[in-house]
Nanobody
Framework: QVQLVESGGGLVRAGGSLRLSCAAS????????IGWSRQAPGKEREGVSS???????DYVDAVKGRFTISRDKAQNVVLLQMNSLEPEDTAVYYC????????????????????????WGQGTQVAVSS
């Protein structure tokens, strides 16, 4: 059974840090892109970052230089280290899994389209106060 479980959210002041974790229980984990998206109140869901099986990464412009995504292949865990948090980062953060038929062609996949992902977790709330 496929399961994605996010953790690590919370309330932090602007300028602070949080580290989100996504524990992925999926068959053939090594063939999945793992992505993070977020949804703020009253706004559409947006992609934040993604990481491929071979370590390829992408970041939305709003978080470049502040967020870092990493992947622990042995533990099937993907981390999102979030530094210099801003009130605009307040949202529910979700991790998703996108199956790759060929892990060598990461660039062929639209990691920013949430509909591309086969599975999503339940989300974890991040709140940043000013």
């Amino acid at each position: 059974q496929v399961q994605l479980v996010e953790s690590g959210g919370g309330l932090v002041r602007a300028g602070g840090s949080l580290r989100l974790s996504c524990a992925a229980s999926v068959p053939q984990y090594r063939l999945y892109i793992i992505g993070w998206s977020r949804q703020a109140p009253g706004k559409e869901r947006e992609g934040v970052s993604s990481i491929g099986p071979n370590g390829q990464t992408d970041y939305v412009d709003a978080v470049k230089g502040r967020f870092t995504i990493s992947r622990d292949k042995a533990q099937n865990v993907v981390l999102l280290q979030m530094n210099s948090l801003e009130p605009e980062d307040t949202a529910v953060y979700y991790c998703g899994a996108l199956y790759m038929h060929n892990p060598n062609y990461y660039s062929n996949y639209n990691v920013w389209n949430t509909a591309s992902y086969e599975y999503w977790g339940q989300g974890t709330q991040v709140a940043v106060s000013s």
